[in-house]
């Protein structure tokens, strides 16, 4: 079998269209989303995270601001700075790029953002909305891998997801929003993680495998079902002598082996990475409509 490929950037592209569209739409009555990111420090990673973030929302058309702070921050700054964000109403979103320094409390910083302008969903507010199935907004990345899965005509109902990884960010949020008796979701979910023991039992039984762990090519082909579809959440970077920099991009899944044994695969990168940045921008704009109502 040979894996259908799971275009991310053409359905980030599609759904970039739509809320133009929808930009345009509020432009029209005075109201312009815009989105705020705070960077502290000098993490290379973050720098290009915020980067493309800023450059989407100039081509939607929403406003942004990037605040970057010096590495030696401290939490009384920024905890103060977030305040001011929280009460300014021309800000529709307020983003905090992690990881943050080791001298900021990263709960006490989630815990000080508005959890209506927490377009992330990291606020306890917003995680607990989103487990009784009321969320306001939608973590990005989880949205992201379930928008590609509608998108590509594959309903998580009734099949069994196995989730590999519990992070705050991707793994327990994604698990939260398939288990819903809600359209694209209504899935039997298993989430494994570094205490499972034998990870490939589950995995083998999988008819969709969702890889967040975080470890380079951990996802062999021997050990998927044939024909489940698989969706490779993570972003690692590996030695590759044959390139230029000496390094190139891989996922969480061995590409290669994966896509003969599945029926649909995300690559790395163009995968699940561009539907994280669409659904922030999907978040700022509803942050914003939400704003307006009140
Ligand atoms: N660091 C890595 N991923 C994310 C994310 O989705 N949001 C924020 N704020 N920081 C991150």
Do not use: W
Not at 13 to 27: F, G, S, T, W
Not at 118 to 137: A, Q, R, T
Not at 262 to 272: E, F, H
């Amino acid at each position: 079998m040979r894996a259908f490929i799971i275009d991310g950037k053409k359905i980030a592209e599609d759904i970039k269209a739509e809320i133009k569209v929808e930009v345009a739409h509020l432009k029209k009555q005075n109201i312009i989303p815009k989105l705020v990111a705070v960077l502290v420090g000098d993490n290379p990673a973050s720098q290009v995270y915020v980067r493309n973030k800023g450059k989407t929302c100039v081509e939607l058309g929403m406003d942004n601001e990037t605040i970057s702070m010096p590495s030696d921050t401290t939490e009384k700054a920024l905890l103060e700075l977030i305040h001011k964000l929280n009460n300014d109403s021309s800000v529709s979103g307020i983003l905090i790029q992690l990881p943050l320094p080791k001298q900021i409390n990263e709960s006490a910083v989630i815990n000080s953002i508005a959890p209506e302008k927490d377009v992330d969903c990291f606020h306890p507010v917003n995680v607990g909305k989103l487990s009784i199935g009321e969320p306001v907004f939608l973590p990005c990345t989880p949205a992201g891998v379930q928008e590609l899965l509608v998108r590509s005509g594959i309903d998580p109902a009734g099949k069994h997801t196995v989730i590999i990884g519990r992070s705050n960010i991707v793994g327990k949020p994604l698990a939260n929003m398939l288990i819903q008796k809600a359209k694209g979701a209504n899935s039997t979910v298993t989430v494994c993680h570094t205490g499972t023991p034998d990870m490939t039992y589950f995995i083998k039984q999988a008819d969709i495998v969702v890889a967040a762990a975080g470890k380079a090519q951990m996802i062999t082909g021997d050990m998927i079902k044939k024909g489940a579809v698989v969706i490779d959440v993570g972003i690692n970077r590996i030695e590759d002598k044959s390139t230029k920099s000496g390094t190139r991009l891989v996922g969480d899944v061995h590409f290669e082996s994966v896509k003969e044994t599945a029926s649909a695969i995300t690559p790395v990168p163009g995968g699940v990475g561009p539907m994280t940045i669409i659904m922030l921008m999907k978040n700022t704009l509803q942050a914003a409509k939400n704003l307006q109502k009140k």
